[in-house]
């Protein structure tokens, strides 16, 4: 069956049964493995376009532990379900282990109109729109992401939902960090799923660092667009992020005992 053609049944609550954790296969892993989904500004060579990079790659430099960067381009919270690729996670995640998911970059517009198939409903709860393009039932990005980390947490990993990282918000050579809506509705899935799932503002923690490095800083990390940024861009998103979880910024996540001692500070 078709990852798409499971929506209606995840909404009468047959994903029920995938969410319920089972009798667990092995016992917690000594060291945790760090799965990455999302899309290109995490992925490795980012945009593919040999200048850019994803700040996944640049992770598993600040912390201690093993990190498989899951993140594919161009895809959005619902894409990746309907790829399966949140399936193929799932079924490579052991107890102990830790998945961090952020997307946003691809998840606007409106699936009613020219749907390009990445295009969630919009809305942070149960809404739903039917696809111009395929006749499908789309949701919000709030219930892709739910459904998805439930399937993290029912094989006993832990799940940080990490908000999208910014466009360079120097581009006007004025700073401006007003944040997209995807950063509101990555806070507000958390708070849906509660235990065993955390936030880390990582739209806030770049924003805080861009504000410091200033206007020619912040445009020099940006060879080609707004948004995808040069391995130095990248490895500071990284270090933004590994900073949020040193110091707790949005409180304690699971990743927080495998940051590296004395971690770079960039904000």
């Known amino acids: 069956m078709r990852f798409s053609s499971l929506y209606t049944v995840l909404a009468l609550g047959a994903l029920k049964a995938a969410a319920t954790p089972t009798r667990p ?37 600040y ?6 960067n899951k993140a594919i381009g161009g895809r959005s919270a619902r894409s990746y379900w309907n790829e399966g690729r949140f399936a ?11 998945v961090v998911i952020e997307f946003g970059h691809n ?18 709860g149960t809404e739903t729109c039917i696809s111009d393009a395929t006749g ?3 949701y919000t990005f709030v219930f892709y992401v739910i459904q998805a980390a439930k399937l993290m947490t029912a094989k006993g990993a832990t799940v940080v939902l990490s908000s999208q990282t910014p466009n360079n918000l120097w581009e006007t050579g004025s700073f401006s960090s007003s944040a997209p809506r995807f950063v509101g509705y990555q806070l507000t899935a958390q ?27 912040t445009n020099a990390l940006y060879p080609n667009d707004h948004t995808h940024t040069s391995p130095q861009g990248a490895n500071l998103s990284a270090q933004a992020f590994t900073q949020a979880i040193h110091t707790q910024m949005n409180g304690t996540t699971s990743l927080y005992n495998y940051i590296i001692s004395n971690p770079p500070t960039v904000y």
């Not at 198939?117 to 809305?123: E, K, L, Q, V, W």
């Open 88 to 98: 193929d996670v799932a079924n490579l995640v052991k107890s102990g282990d830790i």
């Open 136 to 138: 499908e039932t789309v």
């Open 63 to 68: 912390s201690t532990v093993s990190v498989v």
């Open 107 to 124: 998840d606007g517009g409106s699936p009613e109109s020219n749907d390009n198939g990445r295009s969630d409903c919009p809305g942070a």
């Open 191 to 217: 708070k849906a799923l509660g235990s065993g799932v955390s936030f880390v503002d990582h739209f806030q923690a770049v924003s805080n660092a861009y504000k410091k490095l200033g206007n020619s800083g």
């Open 25 to 61: 296969e092995l016992a917690p892993r000594a060291t945790p493995t760090v799965y990455l989904c999302g899309d290109s500004t995490m992925a490795r060579n980012g945009a593919n376009d040999g200048d850019t990079d994803g700040w996944g790659q640049y992770f598993g430099t």
